[in-house]
């Protein structure tokens, strides 16, 4: 039967910082790009934030290879259908962007500006790719619930999308820079990305059948109905929907979505692998 | 490519005596393990990263023609797949296939991903951690390039284990199968032997005495990767959802455009 591949904290932490790189940077440059001045300093904030984290990223794929020395080896070959090879040449692809993009949205110049603009939108498509390859990674492993979850890379995106626009709400709340219309926008694109990823959430289960047992009645299955359903998705929501205008309690959803991505991308790597 | 080699392992013709677990660990220099109780006489449980032949010992009540308890014995190894999970997983390039069909890990490129451990539909590819590099059957891939059979296949004293070219030896197996079921053993069977059944055909391929699940084998193994296609227009589904949510979020309402 097949063998887990020993993918333990180290790729729970990729997989969940992926995430927040990507959705982090392509709500930056979708912000920056279709929204209006005043959205400023949520695409700073998001490509700032995208930097470091798919820095981090790289850094904890090469520590998780059995000889880190090697990790360039990833680059020897380009296999455009394995997920392994793609994502290692678009995790460094992604790493120029969000560099791009962050030096620039430093500079005031309008030239400047615009020129971020157009990179923005070339880069939202890999960080789309950085915050849903990974559940494709998954969904074409041969261990079974991974195997069977067709959804896997669909449901990673949307809970990309939902830590990523969390976790620049949080850097605007503890920076105070949240002055604006932005702050709003911010929560409105929160919620929808949460809606999705409760709705794809429920498709994937729905799908799966007996197969999303380790997630769902397993020894998992506190931590993925309690920690992920109820404390990641439905109470953000639910403190959103009381208190759009108190910035603490948005704060406190965002944090809370963050968790919830966290423990997402551990019930799914763990419960096969435990 | 030159003619396909395989391994036929005619499992009704095993004994257990493993003479083959021990010619492949001594010729491959495979280390002592740590052994496991397994409630019988297998060891180890499955495939391990100094384990790459693995006598299964099975028993199965009612399983032999006249209805008493029946020891299946399967020697079993790497299928080096037509269609190997492995290889389409290895984002290095360090698995290949040979000119002969096999398939075989460099370890001088593996880095150690263990994505093809996780891509194996059989659970073959195993994980070692002093070297940090993915370890499976080779094939005896240094043997059979100086003209010599692997090293299982040449101590197996039954001929359990037949090494050739792959067409000669689904040739025989197909007959030995027809004789095995005359004699009354209804449920003898190929595992992988057809080249367009599952996987591409198995180069290293079987004659069961039960459906395969008895052997702890997939009845129907399947590449792992056949729906990258699929999952990934799923995410570009879910992409275009969530992008225009994002984007109807910050989008600019009656103020003539965009950088208003």
Redesign the interface.
Known sequence: MPKPPHWELMIVWYFFLGGIAGGAYFTAAIADNFGGARDRGVARAGYLLSLPLVAVCGLLLIADLGVPTRFLNMMRTLKVWDPMSIGAWIVGVFGLFTFVSSALSLSSSPSHAALRRKIGLVGIFFGFFLASYTGVLLSNSAMPFWRDARLMGALFLASGASTGIAAITLVLFLTGGSAGEGWGKLKHADRYSMLVELLLLAALIAALGAAARPLVSGHFATLFWGGLIGLGLLLPLALDLLGTRARALGALAAALVLIGGFVLRYVVLMSVQA | MVRTLAMFTDTSLCIGCRACQVACKQWNELGLEVPEWTGGYQNHA??TDKTYRLVRFIEEPGGKPNGDLAWLLMSDVCKHCAEA?CL???????IYRTEYGTVNINQD???????C???????V?????S????KKCTFCNDRIHNGLGPACAKACPTESIQFGFRDELVGKAAKRVEKLKAMGFKDAQLYGADAKGFLGGLNAFFLLLAKPSTY?L?DNPRL??R??????L??????L???L???L????RG?GG???
């Open positions: 499955h495939f999970g389409d997983a290895c984002p290095t390039g360090a490129v593996c880095n150690g991903c263990r994505y451990v996780s891509s194996c539909p059989f659970g590819v195993s994980f070692n951690e070297t940090g590099t993915a702890d997939p792992p990767q729906n990258v296609m699929v999952d990934s799923l995410s570009i589904g879910s992409a959802v969530v992008g949510g994002v984007l979020s910050f989008r600019e103020k965009p950088h208003a």
